[in-house]
């Protein structure tokens, strides 16, 4: 079933990068945060996933393999849609600081996006502590940005 799930979900990713352009200029603040959030979730459940294969003795490959797949899909998707104005929307966790001190942010999301093809590395060569030390490389990144772009939930 694997497969048929990674099929369909890599179908998913494709539509949203081939539909990116046209939401290129969001009709409303409010759909890029939407927009931004949505990738960024499927990003933290797929970190979990991994996490989750990580914390036992014999990880399942194939489920770290499929998530780092993804996450190297999605690693881009989200810094599109941190348009100017939409850090003020009611349900945006960005801090004014994404777009105050840009030059950093987008240098984290630059990292980030490494580590994640280092992770997605790894895990296609199934070196066990590799995709460890990755993982944790990539964790380091994605808290490093937290840190200083997203408001405390």
């Given amino acids: 079933m694997l497969p048929v799930n990674r099929t369909i979900a890599s179908l998913l990713i494709l539509a949203l990068v081939a539909a990116a352009p046209a939401w290129a200029q969001f009709s409303k603040p409010e759909l890029a945060v939407k927009y931004r959030k949505s990738a960024l979730f499927l990003m933290g459940n797929h970190m979990q996933r991994i996490k989750a294969e990580l914390d036992v003795s014999k990880p399942d490959l194939a489920v770290v393999r499929s998530s780092a797949a993804l ?83």
């Fill in 71 to 153: 996450l190297d899909q999605l690693k881009a998707l989200p810094y599109d849609a941190f348009l100017p104005g939409t850090g003020d929307i009611e349900d945006s966790a960005a801090k004014p600081e994404v777009w105050t001190d840009a030059e950093r942010f987008k240098k984290l999301a630059a990292q980030m996006q490494d580590r994640v093809a280092e992770l997605d590395a790894a895990a296609r060569a199934g070196d066990v502590p590799a995709i460890r030390k990755a993982f944790e490389e990539t964790g380091k990144a994605c808290k490093s940005c937290h840190d200083d772009f997203r408001r405390k939930k």
